[in-house]
T-cell receptor
Framework: AQKVTQAQTEISVVEKEDVTLDCVYE???????LFWYKQPPSGELVFLIR??????QNEISGRYSWNFQKSTSSFNFTITASQVVDSAVYFC?????????????FGQGTTLQVKP | DGGITQSPKYLFRKEGQNVTLSCEQN?????MYWYRQDPGQGLRLIYY???????QKGDIAEGYSVSREKKESFPLTVTSAQKNPTAFYLC?????????????FGDGTRLSIL
């Protein structure tokens, strides 16, 4: 069965600290995409990144980086030198080719609080 | 600017009442989705539509209904059969390609019971 687990419910850091948000997924499909979304207090989900199951290259975008490891079924997200504006709920999500519906399976979310 | 508009932002429902949440998109996307978010939980899929005049149940469709008469519109009705409707509702859309495309989300509607 497909599942996404974000074991960290809440994380609190002080500004400029690095922080890693964990994401572990389960799927029987060999072809899938993984996504990260940010949900600021305003409520909308903002797309951050997607990664397909055949591309294990890590990616860096400014202060954000993502580490995809199929061997451990993980897709972790690191924020370097965190800022107060990074405070939000972050969701990891899975989409499987086999479903052909575009359905996203979300983790429970990790609430990140960055204190000044 | 292209995007998804949800209205109202806040909605209150009386017992036994049906309420309709609006979702409009001008992104020319074929697929649209409705999710429910409860505190401390991820989003759960209520209904989705991949094309006009067609829609499918998601994981928690009971007590909800939808229509898709126009490409840009996908309203969600929360019926009186939904016994626990208090939640944050998010509408999303995605371009052709579906499963491998990022979904774009609206700002959400927060529904509460009076």
């Amino acid at each position: 069965a497909q599942k996404v687990t974000q074991a960290q419910t809440e994380i609190s850091v002080v500004e400029k600290e690095d922080v890693t948000l964990d994401c572990v997924y389960e799927t029987r499909d060999t072809t899938y995409y993984l996504f990260w979304y940010k949900q600021p207090p305003s409520g909308e989900l903002v797309f951050l990144i997607r990664r397909n199951s055949f591309d294990e290259q890590n990616e860096i975008s400014g202060r954000y980086s993502w580490n995809f490891q199929k061997s451990t079924s993980s897709f972790n997200f690191t924020i370097t030198a965190s800022q107060v504006v990074d405070s939000a709920v972050y969701f990891c999500a899975l989409s499987e080719a086999g479903s052909n519906t575009g359905k996203l399976i979300f983790g429970q979310g990790t609430t990140l609080q960055v204190k000044p | 600017d292209g995007g998804i508009t949800q209205s109202p932002k806040y909605l209150f429902r009386k017992e036994g009442q049906n309420v309709t949440l609006s979702c409009e998109q001008n992104l020319n996307h074929d697929a649209m989705y409705w999710y429910r978010q409860d505190p401390g939980q991820g989003l759960r899929l209520i209904y989705y539509s991949q094309i006009v005049n067609d829609f499918q149940k998601g994981d928690i469709a009971e007590g909800y209904s939808v229509s898709r008469e126009k490409k840009e519109s996908f309203p969600l009705t929360v019926t009186s059969a939904q016994k626990n409707p208090t939640a944050f509702y998010l509408c999303a859309s995605s371009p052709p390609g579906g499963w491998n495309q990022p979904q774009h989300f609206g700002d959400g509607t927060r529904l509460s019971i009076l």
